[in-house]
């Protein structure tokens, strides 16, 4: 296991359509995150998840967006009806539970998504 | 809720050492982290602190006042490829009614010259 992985890592679709994207964590982390980015900006947490466990989600986030981790491992995350404003890197990102510690979150390299 | 704030860019030249700043505001905190993160790239974990005071990792440190809510990534021996985007985030604890979640800073770009 070489590190987290994206699927796709660009996709292009037109207003209104559905997309569903994929990360595939470490195998032996059981946190799983969400960001999305946008140029000149930091992550921007979407949604969180132990095990299979959805345990936070962001208050900004659109009920456009679901995300699912059904067997604790890979995770989808799918955008409904997309928007031009919608467009923007979608990041994944692992760790471990720790007890202490940095609990350092490893990133994926991102779904870079274009909506016309 | 939990923000921070960075210079947006620096800029050195080769060889140097450069330190980026970041306050932080949080219902209790937990933890502030330095991730770097290359054009078109993922980021990458460099730093944590949990507790005041220096931690050390090879050219990078990072230092942490809890007391003021500020902490500092300090890079020595600056090479063209430390050209990058840093990020701090902190991580605020739920018993005092903050977020586990990291929040991260909007980044720093960081521009070594030769």
């Known amino acids: 296991d070489t590190g987290v992985s994206q699927d796709p890592r660009h996709k292009i679709t037109k207003r209104g359509q559905n997309v569903t994207f994929r990360c595939d964590p470490i195998?032996?982390?059981?946190?799983l995150y969400w960001y999305r980015q946008t140029l000149g900006q930091g992550p921007e947490f979407l949604t969180y998840?132990?095990?299979?466990?959805?345990?936070?989600k962001s208050r900004l986030l659109s009920d456009r967006f679901s995300a699912e981790r059904p067997k604790g491992s890979f995770s989808t995350l799918e955008i409904q009806r997309t928007e031009q404003g919608d467009s923007a890197m979608y990041l994944c990102?692992?760790?471990?539970?720790?007890?202490?510690?940095?609990?350092?979150?490893?990133f994926g390299p991102g779904t870079r998504l274009t909506v016309l | 809720g939990q923000s921070l704030e960075q210079p947006s860019e620096v800029t050195a030249v080769e060889g140097a050492i450069v330190q980026i700043n970041c306050t932080y505001q949080?219902?209790?905190?937990?933890?502030l982290s330095w991730y770097q993160q290359h054009d078109g790239g993922a980021p990458t974990f460099l730093s944590y602190?949990?507790?005041?005071g220096l931690e050390e990792t090879g050219r990078f440190s990072s230092f942490l006042s809890r007391s003021d809510s500020y902490g500092y990534l300090l890079l020595q021996e600056l090479q063209m490829k430390d050209s990058a985007s840093y990020f701090c985030?902190?991580?605020?604890?739920?018993?005092?009614?903050?977020?586990?979640?990291?929040?991260f800073g909007r980044g720093t770009s960081l521009i070594v010259h030769p």
């Open positions: 990102a692992s760790s471990t539970k720790g007890t202490s510690g940095s609990n350092e979150q490893f």
């Open positions: 195998s032996e982390h059981n946190r």
């Open positions: 998840f132990q095990n299979e466990a959805q345990l936070e």
């Open positions: 949080t219902s209790g905190f937990y933890g």
């Open positions: 602190n949990g507790l005041d």
């Open positions: 985030a902190v991580r605020g604890s739920p018993v005092a009614g903050g977020s586990y979640i990291p929040t």
